[in-house]
């Protein structure tokens, strides 16, 4: 292992490890961290995001049959004929001949799919776009977090200090990847674990090292590797889940399929990490995307290939271990590609794509409108977006993570319209009739958020002694707003915030069986 990898790794999963211990933090006048539980509601919900590296070819994809005709003019060097395509029931769309696992899941009410998916102003190149993609931002704006990073950040307040806790033992999110990925950056510090391959993972959790010289040498790589693994604070954490799965369903021998292997043992080895990030690369098809002989096969054959078997196995083997109704999958690329297609057998870099969900609880079926294809199009011409990246997003946090309007607008910089991702019964258990966090039977919900005076504090009490308090950023109680014994049922109360300089604080309630905190943010 290089030096400069094993600083990076255990740099970054020891920021996990506590600065301060809660004695020390008393002692200051400071509320005990470990104390403010995590903000997202008491579910077991877990997000799956597949990155699809490189711009995946959406047209190629999910296939407009009713614009058959006019796409073998545009794109002859790749078109896919008729007879080759999964029909969907009920729609004039096919699916790339690859894609069998999921027609199937289609057919079963196990997926989603959205086309049309972009943003306005579109930026062709790789890097740019993934950051856009991954910060969740405008395309002419910079910014240096991610949109599950802020989300992480409201959620899980004053990471990396006095994390892991009794609340939360695990990683906030894990990645699959070389790097931490600007998706899980928080506005102070990143919020993921990475896993560099599968095999990083099985050396972390298995006992055996892997195969080492007989040398010197290897002697020392295998010290440096158990101090390593020692230095991991979730190290344990992820064995111990590990090791409660002794068996799992058959997956193929690829990439993907192991990435998403080891994310299934996670969960149901009890992990309460409540999302994790993989990815296939490959999909910057300029030149040979499609087969001389056969535009069914090539490298979007293989690569969408592995993406379906992977999920099939993924699918298959989450209820083989009981946990399908706990995982929601979505797949994501930087952009789609060109409806012309190039002289090499491939596309250049495009605009709108498809999204795909799958799991249990999806709102099933297809979303968006016939694309207006036509013979006249030139190379410069692209397929527009129809839904912004960022109502997909947004609809995600409320639908799956059940996080309520406020904490969903820090998240995404922003207000968008959401869409029906995930079935409405999804959060039931975790939100109230009018849309407010709900923990166990009481929650407390603060509006507006970003706040400029007066804010709208509003909680439900359980019939006993309740508590409302402001605490700064480090968790030192500024004042208690609120405080007596309320009736049970629902109470709306305005606090003055006029008194506070703007900055980020904490609104926590405090009954006598639970402890609820909310991050908002005083312009």
């Known amino acids: 292992m290089k030096r400069r990898d094993f600083l990076h790794k255990s740099a970054h999963i020891a920021a996990g490890t506590a600065l301060f211990g809660n004695a020390a933090m008393a002692k200051a006048g400071y509320a005990p961290l470990n104390a403010l539980l995590p903000?997202?509601?008491?579910?077991?919900?877990?997000?799956?995001?597949?990155?699809?590296?490189?711009?995946?070819?959406?047209?190629?994809?999910?296939?407009?049959?009713?614009?058959?005709?006019?796409?073998?003019?545009?794109?002859?060097?790749?078109?896919?004929?008729?007879n080759?395509?999964?029909?969907?029931?009920?729609?004039?769309?096919?699916?790339?001949?690859?894609?069998?696992?999921?027609?199937?899941?289609?057919?079963?009410?196990?997926?989603?799919?959205?086309?049309?998916?972009g943003y306005p102003d579109q930026n062709y190149s790789h890097f740019r776009s993934t950051d856009i993609w991954m910060s969740g931002s405008d395309a002419d704006q910079l910014v240096g977090s991610g949109w599950l990073g802020r989300y992480l950040n409201v959620a899980y307040p004053n990471f990396p200090e006095e994390y892991p806790n009794q609340a939360m033992p695990d990683p906030l999110s894990i990645e699959m990847g070389y790097a931490n990925s600007l998706l899980f950056q928080g506005p102070l510090t990143n919020m993921s674990v990475v896993l560099q391959g599968e095999s990083d993972f099985y050396e972390l959790v298995e006992d055996d090292p892997?195969?080492?010289?007989?040398?010197?040498?290897?002697?020392?790589?295998?010290?440096?590797?158990?101090?390593?693994?020692?230095?991991?604070?979730?190290?344990?954490?992820?064995?111990e889940a590990a090791d409660k799965i002794s068996s799992q369903g058959d997956y193929p021998d690829t990439s993907l399929a192991q990435q998403l292997k080891i994310v299934a043992r996670l969960i149901a080895g009890g992990m309460k990490t409540p999302i994790y990030k993989v990815e296939i690369d490959g999909f910057d098809t300029h030149s040979n995307q499609v087969a001389a002989d056969d535009p069914t096969k090539g490298e979007h054959a293989n690569l969408l290939r592995e993406l379906d078997e992977a999920i099939v196995a993924f699918m298959k083997d989450i209820e083989l271990l009981g946990i399908q109704d706990r995982v929601l999958g979505m797949t994501f690329s930087e952009f789609g590609r060109r409806i012309v297609s190039n002289a090499s057998r491939g596309t250049d870099h495009g605009a709108a794509g498809p999204m795909f969900f799958f799991g249990n609880l999806v709102d099933a079926g297809l979303m968006g409108t016939d694309y207006n294809i036509h013979g006249a199009l030139t190379y410069e011409d692209?397929?527009?977006?129809?839904?912004?990246?960022?109502?997909?997003?947004?609809?995600?946090?409320?639908?799956?993570?059940?996080?309520?309007?406020?904490?969903?607008?820090?998240?995404?910089?922003?207000?968008?319209?959401?869409?029906?991702?995930?079935?409405?019964?999804?959060?039931?258990?975790?939100?109230?009739?009018n849309g407010l966090t709900e923990v166990g039977k009481s929650w407390v919900s603060v509006n507006p958020n970003p706040i400029l005076a007066d804010v709208l504090v509003t909680f439900e009490s359980l019939g006993e002694h309740l508590s409302v308090e402001i605490l700064d950023i480090q968790g030192r109680k500024i004042r208690t707003v609120i405080q007596g014994k309320y009736r049970a049922g629902q109470h709306k109360v305005w606090v003055t915030t006029s008194d506070l300089s703007a900055g980020t604080y904490i609104f926590q309630v405090i009954s006598k069986d639970f402890r609820q905190a909310k991050m908002i943010q005083k312009l």
């Open 39 to 82: 903000i997202n509601p008491d579910n077991d919900h877990v997000l799956v995001v597949i990155y699809l590296g490189g711009g995946n070819d959406g047209l190629n994809t999910v296939v407009p049959l009713n614009q058959l005709s006019a796409l073998s003019r545009l794109r002859p060097h790749v078109f896919l004929p008729q």
């Open 382 to 433: 692209n397929l527009e977006y129809q839904y912004d990246f960022r109502q997909i997003y947004g609809s995600v946090l409320e639908q799956w993570l059940c996080v309520d309007a406020s904490d969903i607008r820090t998240s995404l910089l922003n207000d968008f319209d959401s869409l029906p991702v995930v079935h409405p019964s999804a959060c039931n258990a975790v939100t109230s009739s």
């Open 84 to 117: 080759q395509l999964l029909r969907l029931p009920g729609t004039e769309v096919g699916l790339h001949p690859s894609l069998p696992g999921l027609q199937e899941f289609y057919k079963e009410g196990k997926l989603k799919i959205i086309r049309g998916v």
């Open 210 to 239: 892997q195969d080492l010289p007989d040398t010197l040498y290897g002697n020392r790589l295998a010290h440096v590797k158990l101090i390593r693994k020692h230095s991991q604070v979730y190290g344990k954490a992820m064995k």
